[in-house]
């Protein structure tokens, strides 16, 4: 059973610090790694994807990817009480399926 | 932005009706896909579809379910006979190549009485 697991928090940081998200997953031959954002009633919506091992920035958002230890972390910088959602990380083996973890809520506090 | 819209939002049936949940995935998108969240649970894989056929399925997929492409724009999903642990959000996703993160609509509630 490939499994994708996320401590589920709540995260609380303040307004301005950096949230780090951290994931894990089991299965070794999987490729491509996403982050999604889920605000509470709605849907997951892509944030970050990354393929390859290390860093990818996009704006305020950075993933890290590290194969050898099946870790995905993202971290949030100068965080907003706007990005108090529930983040989601999701795995794919290269086929037509991905797997997501349950999620971690984060709080980011005025 | 293009966006994956789903109708209804909010279906109510009682257990052994069948229900159609109905979606129109991103025009230029090729995959498309139907993942379902019971309250405060994960977002689970039901089925992929590609080329007009199913590429994958998860073992929640069984002969219950069925998903069709009627025409060049709709994307459907039936559930034949409803049961109570059906009640979910159904979120239909479509992306533009199968490694690719997804673009999900904004869901159906299922309610099963």
């Known amino acids: 059973q490939k499994e994708v697991e996320q401590n589920s928090?709540?995260?609380?940081v303040p307004e301005?610090?950096?949230?780090?998200l951290n994931c894990t997953y089991s299965d070794r031959g999987s490729q491509s790694f996403f982050w999604y954002r889920q605000y509470s009633g709605k849907s997951p919506e892509l944030i970050m994807f990354i393929y390859s091992n290390?860093?990818?920035?996009?704006?305020?958002?950075?993933?890290?990817?590290?194969?050898?230890?099946?870790?995905?972390?993202?971290?949030?910088?100068?965080?907003?009480?706007?990005?108090?959602a529930t983040y989601l990380c999701a795995v794919t083996d290269g086929g037509f399926k991905t797997i997501f973890g349950a999620g971690t809520r984060l709080f980011v506090k005025a | 932005e293009p966006e994956v819209t789903q109708t209804p939002s909010h279906q109510v049936t009682q257990m052994g009706q069948e229900v159609i949940l109905r979606c129109v995935p991103i025009s230029n998108h090729l995959y498309f896909y139907w993942y379902r969240q019971i309250l405060g649970q994960k977002v689970e894989f039901l089925v992929s579809f590609y080329n007009n056929e199913i590429s994958e399925k998860s073992e929640i997929f069984d002969d219950q379910f069925s998903v069709e492409r009627p025409d060049g724009s709709n994307f459907t999903l039936k559930i034949r006979s409803t049961k109570l642990e059906d009640s979910a959000m159904y979120f239909c996703a479509s992306s533009e190549a199968g490694s690719d993160g997804y673009t999900f609509g904004s869901g159906t509630r299922l309610t099963v009485v």
């Open chain 1, 9 to 12: 928090g709540p995260l609380s």
């Open chain 1, 16 to 20: 301005g610090a950096i949230a780090s």
């Open chain 1, 54 to 84: 290390g860093d990818k920035e996009d704006g305020r958002f950075t993933a890290q990817l590290n194969k050898a230890s099946q870790y995905v972390s993202l971290l949030i910088r100068d965080s907003q009480p706007s990005d108090s």
